[in-house]
Each structure stands twice: as C-alpha cells, then as structure tokens.
C-alpha cells in the first residue's frame, strides 16, 4: 500500500472528502483543506464555466496565504471532479482552467481516459479514479490513473453494490497503490475500518453535507440529521446511473419510493430528472447509508475534529484489546 506523495505529511487524518454535486464550493473546500483532510469540488459546481476560474484562483491563494501563516501545520491539498462522460461539453475547458492552476489532485468519474490522464500527469498532477468493480479498476489503472476510489454498497450518490471488504480484496489482489474506500463512512471508527481493510484513505461524502459551509438547503441539511440508513433509496430513475437517495426528498417529490420505475442508463443525463420533472440533486437529495451518524449540523473543523477523536480512540481500542497483543500477529492491529 502507499500514499501519494503529494499526500505525505499534509493529512491530520486519512481521508478525502469526496466532491458533492451543487454542494461542495470554495467555503467547504477551504475548510476542509485548513482542517487538514483534502476538500474537493465538481468542476461543474462553477457555473458558469467562467466561475471555475475565479474559484480555483481564490482556493489557491487562501491555501497558500494559510500555509504561509502556518508552516507547521500546512493545509491538506485540494482536488477537482472531472466527469470525463461524453455528455460533459465542459471537460476540455475545464482541464485547461486545472492545468493552469495546477490543481494537486483530479478525481475522474464516469469514464477512465487516457488523454485526461495525460493532461493532469502534464503538470504534475495526479488522478484518482472512482469504480464500483474489479474489472473498472483495472482499466482505469491501464489507461493511467495514479490511484482508485472504491465505491462499495452504501456510498452517497452514485454508489456501487459490492461489500467494501470484498471490493478492497480484490482490488488488492494485484493493485499495490493509492486506494481510497467509500461507502457510508460517517465517523473515525469507520476511517480506521477502511484502513484495516486494505484502504490507504477513507472518502467521506454525505456527513459534509450538514455543514455550515455547504451549499445545501437547509431542509436538506435537517434531512440528513433526522435519517437513518433506512431511509436511503437506491434507484437510477434520476440520472439513469444507479444512486443512494434520501426518501423523504422522493416522497416530496410527489413520487412514491417504493414503486419508482427503472430508467434508461442509455440516457444518462444528470440533473435533469429523467423521465420525472424532479431533479437529481435539486430536488432529490443524495445521502450515503452511514448518515445515521450525523446528528446535528457543525463547521466542517468541527467535523473533523470529531473524527479524529473518534479514529484515534478507535486506534487505542484496538491496540488494547487483549487479542491483539497475544502471538506473533499483534502487529496486524497495532499497524492499523
């Protein structure tokens, strides 16, 4: 396992926060870089096109305006969503704008390209590469992605149906890289159990939601607080991608959740709500399965900080528990 080198010494805890489309924007991004976990945005998020410009400029520079104040404790680095899908007119504008501000790390989903690839390793950039599977893993690493996003049963948004464990495994069988684990990871024993599992860093979505800095409704926030994982919907009605959603924000919709149609995947368009006049993401409310965890709404620091407290008394539970001090194998736990 390794971590990227961009990565070593920056982290005050293993994890990336995972770009939330409409939600994440520079306030978060910030917050969470400052708080020493790597904030991320979707490059859609800067609309219109020209905005992408103005808030990678003042992301760069307040970074590097606390990095100066606080060498010490410099902030983590931040990343950009690219959706490499053929339905993205954006994505060559939008690399130019990244390539220019050289942007530390890409996060590329929908589609592993070669040529995108080629783009970010230009300037000294790496790609992580999000997969639901085995067998896109692999290919997203032949067509040049530095690292994998694994994202198992119970991730917010977009989300995959395979165990985390299994899809760590196999993933591990013949990858030794930069690997991330997504899927309801809402507080620091799940950041550990990520790591313990064969991840490098856990990838946090749904419990930045109810953040302060967020770009999201307020209802949406209380949304996330007063849920549990069974009120998680998986449906790819919306986008026509399948996708976790919260219940509630359906049945506001004017839709039953229980008796939702399929949808078309040939005719993927995001935002636009399909066959039904909701929105994805406006409308209907992404949410990964761990937001049972989330129980009120807290700066993104203060986020953070509970994690932290969380992982590390985790590390301490496990380094104390009797089996993992009896034979020759404590060092498993110990090393977690």
């Not at 049963?153 to 030794?176: M, Y």
């Not at 929105?279 to 900080?305: C, H, M, N, T, Y």
Request: one cysteine or more.
């Amino acid at each position: 396992m390794s971590l990227p080198a961009i990565l070593e010494g920056r982290l005050s805890l293993p994890v990336v926060c995972s770009p939330l489309f409409i939600i994440s924007n520079p306030d978060l991004v910030i917050a969470q870089c400052k708080a020493g976990v790597v904030g991320s945005f979707p490059a859609l998020n800067a609309r219109p096109a020209p905005v992408l410009e103005e808030w990678l400029d003042r992301i760069t520079t307040e970074l590097a305006e606390h990095n100066a104040r606080h060498p010490d404790r410099p902030a983590a680095p931040f990343a950009v969503n690219q959706i490499v899908h053929k339905s993205n007119d954006r994505l060559e504008h939008d690399l130019d704008m990244c390539a220019k501000y050289k942007v530390p790390i890409t996060i590329t989903s929908l589609g592993a390209r070669e040529d995108v690839n080629r783009s970010v390793h230009a300037y000294g950039g790496i790609v992580l590469h999000d997969v639901i599977d085995n067998r896109f893993a692999r290919k997203a690493i032949e067509k040049g992605a530095d690292g994998l996003i694994a994202v198992a049963a119970g991730a917010g948004g977009h989300a995959g149906t395979l165990s985390p464990f299994v899809l760590i495994h196999e993933i591990r069988e013949w990858f030794d890289g930069p690997l991330l684990l997504s899927g309801a990871i809402s507080n620091g024993n799940a950041v550990l159990a990520a790591q313990a599992a064969g991840a490098d860093l856990a990838y946090v979505g749904s419990a930045f939601i109810a953040t302060a800095e967020a770009n999201a409704h307020e209802s949406y926030k209380q949304m996330i607080t007063e849920s549990t994982a069974s009120d998680i919907v998986y449906t790819n009605l919306f986008t026509g991608v399948h996708g976790n959603y919260l219940r509630q924000s359906i049945v506001n919709a004017g839709l039953d959740p229980d008796a939702l149609p399929v949808s078309d995947p040939s005719k993927m368009n995001f935002g636009s709500g399909g066959t039904t006049k909701a929105k994805a993401w406006r409308d209907i409310w992404g949410a990964g399965q761990g937001i049972g965890a989330i129980k009120r709404v807290v700066p993104a620091a203060e986020l953070v900080e509970r994690f932290a407290s969380e992982y590390h008394a985790a590390r301490q539970r496990v380094n104390l528990a009797p089996w993992a001090t009896a034979g020759k194998d404590s060092t498993v736990a110990a090393s977690a």
